[in-house]
């Protein structure tokens, strides 16, 4: 059973900072990608950052520049800094963690409130 806990999202004013973390637990596929994604109020859940195992970052370019991902492979641990946060940037954010065969290994954390006052 694969377990995915996200922490670290709270209130922010706009031009701060958050630092989210995701940690997966049990049986999980050696190359894999973690990552972040976020959904808005009446808005589809879109990618924000991933990263693979072997260290490939992919970005939303709404996030380019301000965001950074980052993760630690031996404790299966995702991080997403979040810098210059705009009201924009407030959502849900869900943490991911999936390898192949996909269709049966895609997992997702509960989810963590990012919410930026302007």
């Known amino acids: 059973q694969v377990q995915v806990v996200e922490s670290g999202g709270g209130l922010a004013q706009a031009g701060g900072s958050l630092r989210l973390s995701c940690a997966a637990s049990g049986s999980i596929g050696i190359i894999n990608v973690m990552g972040w994604y976020r959904q808005a109020p009446g808005k589809q859940r879109d990618l924000v950052a991933s990263l693979t195992s072997g260290g490939s970052a992919n970005y939303a370019d709404s996030v380019k520049d301000r965001f950074t991902i980052s993760r630690d492979n031996a404790k299966n641990t995702v991080y997403l800094q979040l810098n210059s946060l705009k009201p924009e940037d407030t959502a849900v954010y869900y943490c991911?963690?999936?390898?192949?065969?996909?269709?049966?290994?895609?997992?997702w954390g509960q989810g963590t409130q990012v919410t930026v006052s302007s």
């Open positions: 991911n963690v999936r390898w192949v065969p996909l269709g049966r290994n895609n997992y």
